[in-house]
């Protein structure tokens, strides 16, 4: 328990909501709280982050789940108001370390994507390898 105390007090996720940095929260509900992302992929990256200091997403109950469905949706307008180039979004989580997880704390990556970002966007989020993003569909009888 000591340990888990130690974690959380050090977790970047944590001392934000804790120290309610009021200027970089632009919405929160009662299970996660939204922002920008410090070091966006593109402008109004945001990231959707759990109250409570869980490191993975199987470890929310449905009802988190939930909430965090809605809030996905509601950014995803958000962001289209305040940018109407916006066209499309990738959403994922580094689930894990060897997933690219460098923050032991939930959170959810919603960016935004504008035609002509990349020359060629085909395999979204299968970049995550890269060398398995760029795909050749089979043909289909």
């Known amino acids: 328990m000591v340990l888990n105390i130690m974690i959380k007090n050090e977790c970047l996720f944590c001392k934000i909501q804790e120290e309610n940095y009021s200027k970089e929260i632009i ?3 009662d299970y996660f709280y939204v922002t920008r992302d410090s070091y966006p992929v593109t402008k109004l990256h945001t990231l959707i982050i759990s109250n409570r200091h869980v490191p993975t ?12 469905s809605n809030i996905l949706k509601k950014q995803k307008i958000d962001i289209r108001n305040l940018d109407d180039t916006v066209t ?40 995550v390898i890269p060398n398995k993003q760029k795909y050749i569909r089979r043909k289909t009888s």
């Open 57 to 68: 997403f199987f470890e929310l109950d449905d009802v988190e789940v939930l909430d965090l």
């Open 27 to 29: 919405f929160q509900s």
């Open 88 to 127: 499309a979004f990738n959403i994922g989580i580094n689930d894990g370390k060897d997933a690219g997880q460098s923050i032991n704390h939930l959170h959810v990556h919603l960016i935004p994507r504008r035609v002509g970002d990349i020359d060629n966007p085909q395999g979204g989020v299968r970049g």
